[in-house]
């Protein structure tokens, strides 16, 4: 499989209207827009970085993922997204060598993107997206 770039970084908040004040007024970045992914409870920002971005993670219900996981380890990095070519080729890699997965197939992210979790138990701990989109 061919990984193309750290694609963004994932980072929980509690909320992104008063969490982004730190990514634009301090750190001098834009946000593109925030758009909500209904499946994932979570509503997303992002704020390109170069050839990468930050994404902002706000949960839209209690009992979401990004909801959970600051209830367990409060705000932070929450998952790395490495940019791959072609996911599917990716995943069936990843599958025959034995490692495992949350998502067996992709599903619709943020942007149109295709993306997939990789389980962090296979990872030391780091929760793993593999995102493939078009530009
Ligand atoms: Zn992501």
């Known amino acids: ?26 750190m001098g ?6 758009e909500t992914v209904e499946a994932q409870n979570v509503t997303t920002a ?3 970085v ?17 909801a959970k996981y600051i209830a367990k380890k409060g705000e932070g990095i929450q998952h790395v997204a490495f940019r791959v070519e072609n996911i599917e080729d990716a995943l069936a890699e990843l599958k025959e060598k034995g490692i495992q997965l949350i998502d067996q197939t992709p599903r619709k992210g943020a942007g149109g ?7 962090p138990k296979a990872t030391s701990g780091v929760l793993v997206e593999l995102c493939e989109r078009e530009e």
């Not at 050839?51 to 009992?63: A, G, M, P, R, W």
């Open 50 to 66: 170069g050839e990468s971005e930050v994404e902002l993670l706000e949960s839209t219900s209690e009992d979401g993922p990004i």
């Open 1 to 26: 499989m061919k990984i193309l770039k750290i694609d963004h970084l994932g980072i929980a908040v509690s909320s992104i209207d008063e969490k982004k004040n730190f990514w634009m007024d301090a």
């Open 29 to 34: 970045l834009e946000m593109e827009g925030t």
């Open 113 to 119: 993107a295709k993306i997939a979790f990789l389980h």
């Open 46 to 48: 992002f704020l390109p």
